[in-house]
T-cell receptor, first 113, second 113 residues
Framework: KNQVEQSPQSLIILEGKNCTLQ??????????LRWYKQDTGRGPVSLTI?????NTKSNGRYTATLDADTKQSSLHITASQLSDSASYIC????????????FGAGTRLFVKA | EPEVTQTPSHQVTQMGQEVILRCVPI?????FYWYRQILGQKVEFLVS????????KSEIFDDQFSVERPDGSNFTLKIRSTKLEDSAMYFC???????????FGEGSWLTVV
């Protein structure tokens, strides 16, 4: 069964600290993996996209990794800011014609001053 | 920056009534999507749409759901006879032909009473 599992479920960190969020997936056929940020009651916003051949990709303070062999991805946030408080969702797209996607449940990040 | 717009932002409807949710995708995008997020749960893929037909749909997208692109700009989701369990946030999204980055709208909150 196609699944995307994220950990931790929630995380509280102090402003300025770093954190790493985890994503494990069992999705086939795999096309790509994306990390999204979702503020409460808002639509998800794309942070990074990783294809099968990519190991690391950065976007500002966000760095995503992908290990296609172990089917694991991580999102590292550097020097956290209060505005980073949100849900971070791992999304895997299937390599089918219609771009079907499987969403993880997200990690709820709280950044405290 | 171009964005996906959705209307209405909130709708309350009685069980059994028909509902139409509307979306204006980003103008040069070719793929359109609907997703659902029940309160407190993960985002779920409903359907993708390309070249005026459904590309892929999930098990959730049963006969009570339909999508349409009635003109060159709008993309709609119709729920024929709403049930209490249809209460959720419905996100419209669009992407270019690669589907690599999917842009989400701000969502339409549907409450079925």
């Amino acid at each position: 069964k196609n699944q995307v599992e994220q950990s931790p479920q929630s995380l509280i960190i102090l402003e300025g600290k770093n954190c790493t969020l985890q994503c494990n997936y069992t999705v086939s056929p795999f096309s790509n993996l994306r990390w999204y940020k979702q503020d409460t009651g808002r639509g998800p916003v794309s942070l990074t996209i990783m294809t099968f051949s990519e190991n690391t990709k950065s976007n500002g303070r966000y760095t995503a990794t992908l290990d296609a062999d172990t089917k694991q991805s991580s999102l590292h946030i550097t020097a956290s800011q209060l505005s980073d408080s949100a849900s971070y969702i791992c999304v895997v797209r299937l390599n089918t014609g219609g771009f079907k996607t499987i969403f993880g449940a997200g990690t709820r990040l709280f950044v405290k001053a | 920056e171009p964005e996906v717009t959705q209307t209405p932002s909130h709708q309350v409807t009685q069980m059994g009534q028909e509902v139409i949710l509307r979306c204006v995708p980003i103008s040069n995008h070719l793929y359109f999507y609907w997703y659902r997020q029940i309160l407190g749960q993960k985002v779920e893929f409903l359907v993708s749409f390309y070249n005026n037909e459904i590309s892929e749909k999930s098990e959730i997208f049963d006969d009570q759901f339909s999508v349409e692109r009635p003109d060159g700009s709008n993309f709609t989701l119709k729920i024929r006879s709403t049930k209490l369990e249809d209460s959720a946030m419905y996100f419209c999204a669009s992407s270019d032909a690669s589907g690599n980055t999917i842009y989400f709208g701000e969502g339409s909150w549907l409450t079925v009473v």
